[in-house]
């Protein structure tokens, strides 16, 4: 995408995936914008090849460790994702009950304006801080533990596992609110 410095050469290959609000606006704060990315990350696991191995959704980002299947992109799957969930993010902001709606509503905006690269609202970051973990030998294990000790680095938990919005909670053998693949 426009300005990111990590470009997706192997469409195919496994990646540490970084989706960054605008100005690390925390957006997630509320179950219904969650569970947008819940819904949408099993979606694109039905219907868009996405192979999920890892996930956490913390307040104003999202990390994954994932790939996607031929015939689809991995870039493919950044676009459509961020476009799907920005529209049902601003639907949910305003069906109301969101005490920020109008600062939120405001400040995607203004971000769509001053960037033009959205018509109305502006929710993601271009860049997805795209990073190949099998072509740059990266142990996939060092992501996922990386993911998954977010919530605890951010002081929300004690322990990974108990992260409802993380597939810490799948690797400890419960059941989180995405589908991992393999578990």
Not at 8 to 37: M, N, P
Not at 61 to 69: D, E, G, I, M, P
Request: net charge positive; charged share 25%.
């Amino acid at each position: 995408m426009s300005g990111d410095r990590y470009i997706i050469s192997d469409q195919e290959a496994c990646h540490y995936i970084t989706l960054t609000v605008v100005k690390w606006v925390d957006l997630f704060t509320r179950e219904v914008y969650k569970g947008v990315i819940a819904n949408a990350l099993d979606y694109c696991q039905e219907r868009k090849g996405l192979v999920l191995y890892a996930y956490v959704i913390m307040s104003n980002h999202v990390h994954l460790v994932a790939r996607v299947q031929s015939p689809y992109t991995m870039s493919g799957f950044l676009r459509d994702f961020k476009k799907y969930t920005s529209k049902q993010f601003i639907a949910a902001i305003k069906e109301g009950g969101e005490s920020r709606a109008e600062w939120l509503l405001d400040r995607f905006a203004f971000e769509a304006k001053r960037t033009g690269r959205a018509k109305n609202h502006k929710v993601w970051k271009d860049d997805n801080h795209a990073v190949d973990l099998d072509n740059n030998k990266i142990d996939i294990w060092n992501k996922i533990d990386y993911i998954h000790e977010n919530p605890v680095r951010a002081g929300i938990v004690a322990s990974p596992e108990h992260y409802r919005y993380s597939s810490a909670t799948d690797y400890a053998g419960g059941k989180g609110p995405v589908r991992i693949f393999g578990l």
